[in-house]
């Protein structure tokens, strides 16, 4: 069994063959698949792929941090609290700062980072964290939360090895996809230091495809060339990364 960890199968690329795509998934192995929430445009979307496949879907809820606006985001933030309040989750996240896009709304974006990591520990939930060009500003903050209550995925990995040694030091996972199979990734350069207990898998679909599909759209059975890559790095079967992703993964959603 393989497990996507972070994939958006809710997003309006896959619409004209959503079916299909979760299909070519299943045939792999992929058996579950956890979406990260983005804003409340899109909540609908994902309780209806629930709906559909409530063996295999798993959901989130948050507010990714290119959603934190300051017209908005404190509506955004009630519509989160209301749902976590309301039904089960398996995580609160996609959470955490984004500099690529705007560095303007640092300040709120910190503020929703830990108002929703506060929330994820009152419900017992780990959190998802997305880091673009922010792992400063997001250890920052990690530091200040941590405690046994603190864990979850450190989504998107991209950073050094240090970065690596320091995420997993705040009880994270590491989030591997696509990148690892980019040339100019950099982070196949050290996994192989880093045990595979601290590694879950995901795609990040539509994004981040892997070689040979960077560029197009990504799909969950791309996460099959990621395995390959790890395969290549740690010199072990596919069947033993699948096997280990999959209990580090439901260590974390199952805790």
Known sequence: MLIDTHTHLYSDEFDNDRDEMIHRANSIGIERFYLPAIDSSYTQKMFDLE????????????LHPTSVQPGTYLDELENVKNWLDKRAFSAVGEIGIDLYWDKTTLGIQQTAFKTQIGWAKEKGLPIVIHCRESFDEIFEILEEEKDEKLFGIFHCFTGTKEQAERAIGFNMKLGIGGVVTFKNGKIDQFLNEIPLEHIVLETDSPYLAPV????????????????????????????????????????????
Do not use: H
């Open 212 to 255: 040979p599909y960077r560029g197009k759209r990504n799909e969950s059975a791309y996460l099959k060339n990621v395995v390959e890559k790890l395969v290549d790095i740690y010199q072990i079967s596919e069947k033993e990364i699948a096997q280990l992703t999959s209990q580090n993964a439901l260590s974390v959603f199952e805790n």
């Open 51 to 62: 709906a559909k496949y409530p063996e295999q879907m798993n959901l989130m809820m948050g």
